[in-house]
């Protein structure tokens, strides 16, 4: 798993509502739409309740220690979604035991592992990438116009692919699986077709022959330069939660609007959706 570096995170603080913007451009949805849309729920519903959840966020010095901004850039995403939240004021389990007994509604923490939101009065937990996978998915059928019925191609069968896999699946695309790894991809075929009772995943062989029938794309894989500019076709949209990104920078600059990629924003909007709403109800 790739760690975020303070470069991956430093630029997102200042940008949140031009990134927003981008993304309505984009996708016609803004962030806590994306979020919202990931989580099937109504926005303006979800609008009005962010401001009942105050979240705590506990920095994490295990493993390899804080990394510079994390706490302060999650904490930044939640109140521009109009979260009321506030980075505890110690580390580790002091921070957690701040977050219990001064009464806030929810924790979120990350380690070298896993980055988690753990809603402290159902004791809901819900994993940041499981979250990234639902809300790129999400932008990736926004950016569609609609996937359902339509040919997608998952890359990469990690949490966040095989997240994403699910949630495009429950959108009754038709989805096609490509890992390095055959048996991670055979592995998220047979818990999504499981899950969703779908005889249509399939598993690609070859990344350059499967991206030369696939308009719609997810970019789960944390490996650079998996989607070079050779790769592209101008009817390409892709949505590419990994990082660092899979798209290389020439290939960013040709898919331009038609490419949705951040390092940390949708994921932790759809973990903040789901806080307010308890368990998401990824099922249409
Ligand atoms: O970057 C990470 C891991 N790759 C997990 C991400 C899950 N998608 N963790 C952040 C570590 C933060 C650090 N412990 C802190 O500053 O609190």
């Not at 892709?238 to 660092?244: E, K, M, R, S, T």
């Amino acid at each position: 798993m790739t760690r975020l570096q303070p470069d991956d995170i430093c630029h997102i603080t200042p940008n949140l509502a031009g990134y927003s913007r981008e993304l309505e451009k984009k996708t016609g949805r803004s962030l806590l739409g994306i979020a919202c849309h990931a989580c099937n729920l109504d926005e303006g519903q979800c609008k009005a309740r962010m401001q009942d959840k105050q979240i705590c966020v506990v920095p994490v010095t295990a493993g390899l220690g804080i990394i510079s901004r994390f706490s302060d850039t999650v904490a930044a995403i939640l109140t521009f979604l109009g979260c009321r939240a506030k980075v505890a004021d110690q580390t580790d389990v002091s921070g957690v035991a701040q977050a219990f007994a001064s009464g806030y509604d929810a924790l979120m923490m990350a380690d070298d592992h896993r980055f988690v939101a753990i809603d402290l009065h159902t004791r809901q937990v819900t994993d940041n990438a499981d979250a990234a996978g639902r809300g790129f998915a999400a932008a990736l059928d926004l950016m569609a116009g609609g996937i359902r019925d339509r040919d997608v191609l998952v890359l990469g069968c990690g949490p966040v692919g095989a997240s994403g896999a699910a949630m495009l699946a429950s959108l009754d695309a038709r989805v096609a699986l490509l890992d390095k790894d055959r048996r991670a991809a055979e592995w998220v075929k047979e818990t999504v077709s499981g899950r969703y009772r779908t005889a249509d995943i399939i598993i690609e062989e070859d990344l350059e022959t499967a991206l030369s029938y696939h308009r719609f794309v997810l970019e789960a894989t944390p490996v650079p330069d998996t989607i070079t500019g050779t790769l592209v076709s101008p009817e390409m949209r892709v949505a590419a939660p990994g990082v660092p990104s899979g798209v290389s920078a020439e290939a960013a600059a040709m898919l331009g609007p038609h490419l949705v990629h951040d390092t940390l924003e949708i994921g932790v909007a759809v973990m903040a959706v789901s806080l307010v709403y308890g368990p998401i109800r990824i099922k249409r």
